[in-house]
């Protein structure tokens, strides 16, 4: 027994042999593993060819016709190889302004007795009775304060409204709103607004030559 055992620990071949056998196993493992993912790509890229190039394919392919393709919005400005068509010319005829002969105006106050110096909402309304449509600008209608002939106040010396130009049928109307404290006056709002004395005063509307029936106020 110990001439086998000494006969096999001479026999035994040195480490470095060893480690060198399992580095080739190793490495035949390493390049087995690297065919067999070569084959598989292999076989997969050649399905796909066949999916795309096969008797088949061909069959399925449909041409897209003209209306099935995908059309492009038009963009305001592009270039086109057409020119614009020139727009048509209008044959309506600019319409007129309203005659002051073909206006009535009326104007309410919101209270018949306020005191001096408060504020006032005024409403004019105005009207036509053209038989056709015109036009009328409601920034020429002044509200006037007056006392017996003297104009005390007038909306276009301190409180002109907005400009703005409107079209009226026959019988159609406009409102435009006023707010003014009850004092005193004068053209282009020059001068201290003094205190009304109290008393009777007229309201009237006025829009170019057109006059309202005046409403009364009074003060106190």
């Not at 003297?150 to 406009?174: F, I, K, M």
Request: aromatic residues 4%; glycine residues 10%.
């Amino acid at each position: 027994m110990q001439r086998f055992q000494d006969k096999w620990v001479k026999g035994a071949e040195p480490s470095a042999v060893y480690w060198r056998r399992r580095a080739i196993v190793a490495g035949a493992v390493v390049v087995l593993i690297l065919l067999i993912v070569v084959a598989v790509k292999a076989l997969g890229a050649g399905g796909e060819a066949g999916a795309e190039g096969g008797p088949g394919a061909a069959e399925d392919w449909v041409t897209p016709s003209i209306s099935s393709t995908l059309k492009r919005p038009y963009v305001s400005g592009s270039p086109s190889d057409e020119p614009s068509p020139e727009p048509a010319e209008s044959s309506a005829e600019p319409v007129a302004e309203c005659e002051p002969s073909d206006l009535m105006l009326q104007v309410v106050a919101g209270f018949e007795e306020v005191r001096s110096g408060s504020e006032v909402p005024v409403s004019v309304l105005v009207a036509s009775g053209a038989d056709a449509v015109c036009t009328v600008g409601l920034e020429s209608v002044e509200v006037e304060l007056a006392a017996g002939s003297d104009v005390v106040y007038s909306t276009a010396h301190c409180d002109p409204p907005e400009a703005e130009t409107v079209e009226l049928d026959e019988g159609s109307g406009r409102t435009v709103e006023f707010r003014f404290e009850a004092l005193a006056s004068e053209p282009g709002c020059e001068g201290d607004r003094r205190r009304l004395p109290a008393g009777d005063y007229e309201l009237r509307a006025r829009l170019g030559e057109a006059e309202s029936q005046p409403a009364s106020l009074r003060l106190n």
